[in-house]
């Protein structure tokens, strides 16, 4: 079994930060990639941004938002800053990970956590 828990959403007004924080645990073997999609009403699923060796931002955050992983933790975060009512939606993890025994990856999601930004 493995399990990502999401935590730090929640209220802030415009031009605020949070932070969010993402845990993975359970048998993991080794984890590829983490990351953060989040999903407005009405709207699709969309990136937000993804580390690996490397990181990846979607446009509408770069210069705003900052991921980062403790890799002993088996965690990954997302700093907000300037947030905007746009950046309103439900965020939700992603890793991408092999479970212990197993021999290929695959993807896991959190349940979500909510960040509404008021104007």
């Known amino acids: 079994q493995v399990q990502l828990v999401e935590s730090g959403g929640g209220l802030v007004q415009a031009g605020g930060s949070l932070r969010l924080s993402c845990a993975a645990s359970g048998s993991i073997g080794s984890i590829n990639a983490m990351g953060w999609y989040r999903q407005a009403p009405g709207k699709q699923r969309e990136l937000v941004a993804s580390?690996?060796?490397?990181?990846n931002y979607a446009e509408s955050v770069k210069g705003r938002f900052t991921i980062s992983r403790d890799n002993a933790k088996n965690t990954v975060y997302l700093q907000m800053n300037s947030l905007s009512p746009e950046d309103t939606a439900v965020y939700y993890c992603?890793?991408?990970?092999?479970?212990?025994?197993?021999?290929?990856?695959?993807?896991?999601w959190g349940k979500g956590t909510l960040v509404t930004v008021s104007s």
């Open positions: 992603n890793a991408n990970l092999r479970r212990l025994q197993y021999t290929y990856a695959m993807d896991y």
């Open positions: 580390i690996t060796s490397s990181t």
